[in-house]
């Protein structure tokens, strides 16, 4: 049974940093396709970033551009976003998800996603 485990974020200052860890089980991630989402309370699931299996292409949503990277931990079998320069519009629950197909290609639909983590809460204070 393929589980993707998150850790990480919590609460950061404005400016500050964060990072989000999504570990899985049951699935390598290091071909298939993963992806960051976002919600805030009252809006929409946004994408975030995303990574292609075998790294092969990025992507990354207006929002976060230049301020977001999305890499993976092959060995710990982990895909890590890492958020830099954060603004209190980046408060929101954060989920990873993967794709069961192993694809170098992504994308920004949720619905492209077979599995998903459990959600993680970052609340940039200012």
């Known amino acids: 049974q393929v589980q993707l485990v998150q850790s990480g974020g919590g609460l950061a200052q404005a400016g500050g940093q964060v990072s989000l860890s999504c570990r899985a089980s049951a699935l390598t991630l290091t071909f298939s396709p993963v992806a960051w989402f976002r919600q805030a309370p009252g809006t929409e699931r946004e994408f975030v970033a995303a990574v292609g299996g075998r790294d092969e292409i990025f992507g990354y949503a207006n929002s976060v551009e230049g301020r977001a990277t999305i890499s993976r931990d092959h060995p710990k079998n982990t895909v890590i976003l890492q958020m830099n320069e954060l603004n209190l519009e980046d408060t929101a629950v954060y989920y990873c998800?993967?794709?069961?197909?192993?694809?170098?290609?992504?994308?920004?639909?949720?619905?492209?996603?077979?599995?998903w983590g459990q959600g993680t809460q970052v609340t940039v204070s200012s």
């Open positions: 998800a993967a794709s069961r197909i192993y694809t170098a290609n992504y994308s920004t639909s949720q619905s492209y996603y077979d599995f």
